[in-house]
């Protein structure tokens, strides 16, 4: 098994590590320290030795930070969160601030009406944060100040760095070479007037390298540091450990690879203008430019868009991952269908789908490398959070009347997945019926949107929440996020979400998972993935380009928690086509129960 169901809050060891890092503060000269979730790399999901924030806090979410002085500590999550860290966090010790609906700014000086030091790890940071805040803290009496890392001085047990194995990535998979690439983005570095252009996104610079590593759980990036030339050359830096074993495209043809100790006196020696991107670039790296006398060039950094642009090669090789996942989820949906209500865990769902992902991949020659997350299996009260993660010690037994909420992917070397389905245990109430519908419908208006191209994310995010609106309903998650290609789930910059601003361009991979949750009772999520497209002309109009998505993966969505009255003709047609495209995709690689269960599951409505 990939994944473990070991507990891994630990609220009752929160109060001493707070009462140690309290008398840090007391001895760096500091008023409050600012705990993040990411690490050096600004990554999502980090390693063992980055996870600062549960090892202080206990909340193990994937996004949030804390803040402590002296007399208050506040853990600061989004919506996703907030239930999952009531639960993992010691109450008496930490606050749940509702953020972003309360900032850091007003709540530092809420805990600091007379002003005072915030204390921050600067590599921790980037730059575009620390201005923000700045900004926010403006004509008062709170300053920020970067410092040796508080929480680090006191996690005696702290586990070190990762060591995993860097590997070559097929350049026929990644439908370019290195070579091309470092060419494409050199040049584009040199009509900007940059001489250099620092990385430190592990996606990056797996994705320029056309390597891939095994530092990140469920994400094959390592842990590295990269300087892009404008003569297409670069310089590599990772642990020590690794240098020795190497593959040959990161030892020859222009790319040189060093010891990560060695990374802060290369940014010294650079010649400007080095390009750096305020929303990824630690706070310490601008400094060692600054002290150095080197030009500095604020621009978008040069890997992140080109990534999300997947090539036909990228495309074509996701698209037939999606095909192998699909099969194996529809084999264990229909496994699932079989059960009494009564008889099947959570753990029992996750076990299953993982044995037959990885059956799937040995079948048809593309081997389950690792999931892409831990997979989400929550029925009932559980399936009202979000991020939800299945415990031992959370492990729930689904019953009649229960709605299961199965969020799960997988890691192929051609691609990477990600696909949830809402699921009823025995028959489903009506409320949640009209809910399932509604979310239902929200997902339906984004798989069949056209739009004019120059459009973000935030432009069309509301289309999936209108039906939910209607009933006084929503989701406090994004309908949608970007996933690379055997890369992160999770992918920037493009999005879903009422905070992108990037334009959606073809190439791009995002998912389409509009959601409900009831705190206490129940979840609905439904999610596929699409690809962004030029949209065919209609002929009908005054000839502006539109975009269109084209749906990746095929599973059937379950027709016993549709209210098919609630649905417009043009829905029940998307919907009927879609389940004859999964029964056409899908139906070859299937056989026995699970083929008859997907020719149920895919007749018309």
């Known amino acids: 098994m990939f994944q473990s169901f070991d507990t891994t809050a630990s609220p009752e060891q929160g109060p001493p590590r707070l009462a140690a890092l309290r008398a840090a503060l007391s001895a760096a000269g500091v008023d409050v320290f600012l705990v993040p979730r990411a690490d050096a790399h600004q990554g999502e999901y980090?390693?063992?030795?980055?996870e600062r924030l549960a090892w202080l806090t206990g909340f193990t979410g994937s996004a949030g930070f804390a803040a402590v002085t002296p007399e208050?500590?506040?853990?600061?999550?989004?919506?996703?969160?907030?239930?999952?860290?009531?639960?993992?966090?010691?109450?008496?010790?930490?606050?749940?601030?509702?953020?972003?609906?309360?900032?850091?700014?007003?709540w530092l000086k809420e805990a600091l009406p007379d002003g005072g030091r915030v204390g921050y790890d600067p590599w921790l940071h980037t730059r575009g944060e620390i201005d923000k805040l700045n900004d926010a803290l403006e004509g008062g009496d709170i300053i920020t100040l970067p410092c040796d890392n508080l929480v680090d001085s006191i996690w005696h047990d702290r586990p070190g760095p990762p060591t995993g194995a860097i590997t070559a990535y097929p350049d026929d998979l990644a439908?370019?070479?290195?070579?091309?690439?470092?060419?494409?983005?050199?040049?584009?570095?040199?009509?900007?007037?940059?001489?250099?252009?620092?990385?430190?996104?592990?996606?990056?610079?797996?994705?320029?390298?056309?390597i891939r590593g095994a530092d990140?759980?469920?994400?094959?990036?390592?842990?590295a540091f990269a300087i892009l030339h404008d003569d297409a050359t670069v310089?590599?830096?990772?642990?020590?450990?690794?240098?020795?074993?190497?593959?040959?495209?990161?030892?020859?043809?222009?790319?040189?690879?060093?010891d990560d100790a060695g990374f802060a006196a290369a940014l010294a020696e650079l010649e400007g203008p080095v390009r750096l991107d305020r929303s990824s670039v630690p706070v310490a790296v601008v400094k060692i430019l600054t002290d150095?006398?080197?030009?500095?060039?604020?621009?978008?950094?040069?890997?992140?868009?080109?990534?999300?642009?997947?090539?036909?090669?990228?495309?074509?090789?996701?698209?037939?991952a999606h095909l192998r996942d699909g099969a194996a989820v529809c084999e264990a949906l229909a496994w699932l269908d079989a059960q009494e209500p009564g008889s099947v865990s959570e753990i029992g769902v996750v076990t299953e789908?993982?044995?037959?992902?990885?059956?799937?991949?040995?079948?048809?020659?593309?081997?389950?490398?690792?999931?892409?997350?831990?997979?989400?299996?929550?029925?009932?009260?559980?399936?009202?959070?979000?991020?939800?993660?299945?415990?031992?010690?959370?492990?729930?037994?689904?019953?009649?009347?229960?709605?299961?909420?199965l969020d799960s992917g997988g890691q192929y070397l051609d691609g990477t997945t990600d696909i949830t389905r809402t699921l009823p245990i025995g028959d489903p109430g009506a409320d949640e019926r009209a809910a399932f519908t509604r979310v239902l419908q929200g997902m339906i208006a984004i798989s069949r949107l056209r739009w004019p191209r120059g459009l973000s994310g935030r432009d069309i995010?509301?289309?999936?929440?209108?039906?939910?609106?209607?009933?006084?309903?929503?989701?406090?998650?994004?309908?949608?996020?970007?996933?690379?290609?055997?890369?992160?789930?999770?992918?920037?910059p493009q999005r879903i979400s009422r905070a992108s601003e990037v334009p959606l361009e073809p190439g791009m991979i995002l998912s389409n998972e509009p959601g409900y949750y009831r705190e206490g009772a129940f979840g609905i999520r439904i999610e596929n993935i699409l690809a962004v497209q030029e949209a065919a002309p209609l002929g009908t109009g005054d000839g502006v380009t539109q975009l269109c998505f084209e749906t990746l993966n095929y599973v059937p969505i379950d027709r016993r928690l549709i209210d098919v009255d609630q649905l417009s003709a043009d829905e029940r047609d998307w919907l009927d086509d879609y389940h004859a495209d999964c029964l056409e995709k899908i139906g070859p690689l299937l056989e026995g129960d699970a083929a008859a269960w997907l020719e149920r599951n895919a007749r018309p409505l």
Not at 46 to 50: L, M, S
Not at 75 to 104: C, H, M
Not at 292 to 320: S, W, Y
């Open 461 to 492: 995010d509301a289309i999936a929440r209108y039906p939910l609106w209607l009933a006084d309903q929503d989701y406090a998650h994004g309908t949608g996020h970007g996933i690379g290609v055997y890369l992160c789930v999770h992918e920037g």
């Open 292 to 320: 150095a006398g080197i030009a500095r060039d604020f621009g978008a950094e040069p890997c992140v868009l080109p990534k999300a642009r997947k090539n036909a090669a990228q495309l074509d090789a996701t698209r037939a």
């Open 235 to 258: 310089d590599l830096f990772v642990n020590a450990a690794k240098l020795d074993a190497l593959p040959p495209s990161c030892t020859r043809d222009g790319v040189r690879a060093h």
């Open 72 to 106: 208050r500590a506040g853990l600061f999550v989004d919506g996703r969160y907030r239930a999952q860290a009531r639960g993992q966090v010691d109450a008496k010790s930490f606050e749940i601030v509702n953020w972003p609906e309360t900032g850091l700014a007003k």
């Open 46 to 50: 980090v390693a063992p030795c980055d």
């Open 175 to 210: 439908g370019e070479t290195s070579a091309q690439k470092r060419a494409r983005l050199a040049e584009a570095l040199r009509e900007a007037g940059a001489r250099c252009a620092v990385l430190t996104l592990t996606d990056s610079i797996a994705w320029l390298l056309n």
């Open 216 to 223: 990140i759980p469920r994400n094959p990036v390592p842990h």
């Open 353 to 405: 789908l993982e044995a037959r992902r990885r059956a799937r991949g040995e079948e048809l020659g593309g081997e389950l490398l690792d999931i892409s997350f831990d997979t989400i299996s929550g029925s009932g009260p559980n399936g009202a959070l979000a991020h939800y993660r299945v415990s031992e010690d959370s492990n729930r037994t689904m019953q009649e009347g229960d709605l299961l909420v």
